[in-house]
């Protein structure tokens, strides 16, 4: 799955992913061709951002089975950052200075680390459909940020309802006196996989606020080629500082782990990426940035009839909750400043395909 910034908010796709934010349009995505192409090509497309990074989550269900998850994630984004920055290069885009490769490095912590390292973790405990869940959370931490840091959002009744609302979600999802209380039949979310997921989404919340104060390189896939490099390799320091090397066999790693692999890589961080950045060329940012809203429910479908994850009550009522809380988030109109300051560039990153 991979998630982007699209103006004040993080949507939930990198390279599995967070939605548009506000309605604010994507700084240098804006719609600007004069040739629409046919409609074909933009259902097309749209279907690859839903269906791809939706099912992303469950590629890395199957991947951690077999391959621990911190050297999963950092083969997936060093192998993706690598073909991204060699295409971008020999595009003739010109390579990031040393001041933006620190930047890059310094936002990759949080984004692939701290977040789809910890996504990868998680769901070695956490199914799939309920991970995806979990991570469209991150609008609300979002709009938390920028209600008391960001200061672009008033706390309205708005958006202060939509906020109880995903947190009523998310408790139905991990509480289990609530699931007494509800009688809800279903296991909860194990604790240890949604503590560290409600984190990723945190993480992922920081990130967005520093990447307007960072300096990035000005192309945004040159961009996201340096954070996935630089996310692969500390995670791979990450992996090996913890042990994932001992006792694992590259040999003994099935077909369908290398195929979920490869499907993360090429579908997930690549082919999806440049969908969706294709569609911001010919789209408005809002309704490209509907996948954050479609992306959930495609997990829990997938995870339910590929993987046999469980939906019953627990999983509808909190998927609801929190897909009603985003919905409501995201749409919300951003607070025009009194004062009006240059614009910054946000530059994309991916966040997951998951």
């Known amino acids: 799955m991979i998630y982007f910034i699209t103006g004040p908010m993080a949507s939930l796709d990198p390279s599995e992913p967070k939605a548009g934010s506000l309605g604010t349009p994507l700084a240098g995505a804006s719609m600007h061709s004069t040739t629409r192409p046919s409609t074909w090509k933009l259902l097309l497309a749209f279907a690859i951002v839903y269906l791809v990074w939706g099912s992303t989550f469950f590629a890395i269900r199957v991947g951690v089975r077999e391959v621990p998850p911190f050297l999963l994630a950092s083969i997936r984004f060093l192998v993706a950052g690598s073909a991204l920055y060699a295409w971008m290069r020999a595009k003739g885009t010109v390579t990031p200075t040393r001041r933006e490769w620190a930047s890059a490095s310094l936002v990759a912590v949080l984004i692939f680390v701290g977040d789809y390292g910890l996504v990868f973790w998680a769901e070695c405990r956490v199914p799939s459909g309920l991970t995806a869940v979990m991570l469209a959370t991150i609008p609300m931490f979002m709009a938390l940020s920028e209600i008391f840091f960001l200061r672009t959002q008033r706390l309205t009744v708005r958006l202060g309802s939509a906020l109880l609302i995903g947190i009523g979600g998310v408790a139905v999802l991990v ?108 789209e408005s940012p809002t309704k490209v940035g509907t996948y954050a809203y479609v992306n959930p429910v495609v997990a829990v479908v997938v995870g339910h009839f590929l993987g046999g994850e469980a939906v019953g009550p627990r999983t509808l009522l909190g998927s609801l909750l929190v897909l009603i809380s985003v919905i409501v988030i995201t749409t919300t109109p951003a607070r025009k400043p009194a004062v009006s300051w240059p614009q910054e560039e946000v530059q994309p990153a991916e966040r997951n395909a998951a």
């Open 175 to 282: 509480s289990r006196s609530l699931s007494l209380a509800l009688n809800l039949t279903e296991e909860p979310v194990n604790r240890a996989g949604a503590i560290a997921l409600v984190v990723a989404a945190c993480s992922w919340s920081v990130a967005a606020v520093l990447m307007r104060k960072l300096p990035l390189p000005a192309s945004k896939p040159m961009s996201s080629a340096a954070q996935m490099l630089t996310g692969g390799v500390w995670l791979f320091l990450l992996s090996a500082t913890l042990g994932e090397f001992r006792g694992f066999q590259f040999q003994a790693v099935s077909r369908a782990a290398w195929l979920a692999l490869a499907y993360l890589i090429v579908a997930g961080s690549i082919v999806a990426y440049t969908a969706y950045v294709w569609l911001l060329h010919y």
